[in-house]
């Protein structure tokens, strides 16, 4: 019953910006941890920030200060505003709930490149 629908995926250059959307549907989302994850092709599924019910924040040392995680408990939405990219922040893009077990989204392709 738990849906997660992520957006906002794309091409952009290097140092470039961009926002994801994930959209969540059957939890009451306020009371849920949310996280972003990313994956490289063969490479392992890396935590990218979290934010919990609360609004504490956490990000990874490879994009803290470049990428900022933020929630709208209204619109059941949870946000990654990515800014400054490079060339390694390309991967499969995908949000993550915590409820009784994890919930994944499908994923949304984000490619930086010149």
């Known amino acids: 019953q738990v849906q997660l629908v992520e957006s906002g995926g794309g091409l952009v250059q290097p140092g470039g910006s961009l926002r994801l959307s994930c959209a969540v549907s059957g939890t009451i989302f306020r009371l849920n941890d949310v996280g972003w994850y990313r994956q490289a092709p063969g490479k392992q599924r890396e935590l990218v920030a979290r934010i919990t019910s609360g609004g504490s924040t956490n990000y990874a040392d490879s994009v803290k200060g470049r990428f900022t995680i933020s929630r709208d408990n209204a619109k059941n939405t949870v946000y990654l505003q990515m800014n400054s990219l490079k060339p390694e922040d390309t991967a499969v893009y995908y949000c993550?709930?915590?409820?009784?077990?994890?919930?994944w989204g499908q994923g949304t392709q984000v490619i930086v490149s010149l």
């Open positions: 993550n709930v915590k409820y009784i077990r994890d919930y």
